[in-house]
């Protein structure tokens, strides 16, 4: 009798148990990514603008740039940036020797598989969660698609000419009319269950389509996403090859409801799954000029 009652108290306390790991979590979650929205505040007061979104000449990504301004020194003393991101120093085929493949706690969320490595093909590299707001645009730019339309406002984020990976953009705060507080900079993406999966879902420091960020075409944690580097495995969110001219993929997490976003003001608040399609999208422009809905 005496193991029954404490058998069904056990019973009681796991749910609340486990509630309690999840939102420490979520808030180790929170707490990352507002660093990472000091690092880029600290990078627009030294150099006047965020870090640009990705570069395909030399091939690097967003992460690479605020490395400085995270205190991750010595990542940054050891990255060639010349070079392209794939190749030695940053990278040694097959091992995790390169200053890519060394997986860092800003990397990752407590809720997902911190330390996952990206084993898809020879470059092996550090997988993560953190991914930048690219807005209503595919990668490549889709002219023909009315939503993509530049008409309804840029992403903080993108390229030049919504085309050409050559030339990002480069963005400033005086860029936001909307307003820093309703703009988004970063949410969460998933990391893939397995290391050697090839899926870009998590593939943070890939400059390729669409790694290391996030479109709003669908509302959080919703909708398939559309890229040439997926397994359509049952463990990892649904995804597609067909269509993946134009790739572009959902902000995904781990957390119960919602995902996690750093807003142009510092600010990182969590974003229901059920939020408005059109209150998603017009976050995800800087210059829009949308009115939000409540």
Not at 91 to 108: D, E, N, R, W
Request: a negative charge.
């Amino acid at each position: 009798m005496v193991i029954a009652i404490i058998g069904i108290l056990i019973a009681l306390l796991l749910p609340a148990v486990q509630a309690a790991r999840e939102a420490a979590r979520r808030m180790g979650c929170v707490n990352i990514e507002k660093q990472w929205g000091l690092a880029m505040h600290a990078m627009q007061s030294a150099t006047g603008f965020l870090p640009e979104g990705n570069r395909s000449n030399p091939r690097r990504v967003w992460v690479v740039l605020a490395w400085p301004y995270v205190e991750d020194q010595n990542l940054a003393a050891q990255f060639d940036e010349t070079k392209d991101f794939w190749v030695e120093p940053n990278t040694y085929v097959s091992t995790t020797k390169g200053i890519y493949a060394q997986p860092s706690p800003m990397y990752f969320c407590p809720s997902d598989r911190p330390n996952a490595i990206w084993k898809g093909d020879i470059w092996w590299r550090s997988r993560g969660n953190y991914v930048i707001n690219w807005g209503n645009m595919a990668t490549p730019y889709n002219p023909s698609d009315p939503v993509q339309s530049p008409a309804r406002g840029l992403a903080p984020f993108g390229y030049k000419d919504n085309a050409s990976r050559d030339q990002p953009r480069q963005c400033s705060f005086r860029d936001i009319s909307d307003g820093t507080s309703y703009t988004m900079l970063m949410s969460e993406t998933v990391v893939a269950g397995k290391d050697d999966d090839f899926d870009i879902r998590g593939d943070m420091l890939n400059d390729d389509r669409p790694c290391t960020m996030f479109m709003t075409f669908n509302t959080p944690n919703s909708g398939t996403d559309v890229s040439p580097f997926f397994n359509n495995y049952p463990w990892n969110p649904p995804g597609t090859t067909t269509g993946s001219q134009y790739a572009h993929k959902a902000a995904r997490s781990r957390h119960v409801g919602g995902v996690n976003v750093l807003f142009a003001d510092g600010s990182v608040r969590s974003i229901e799954n059920g939020i408005s399609l059109a209150t998603w999208r017009a976050m995800g422009t800087m210059n829009g000029g949308e009115v939000l809905e409540e």
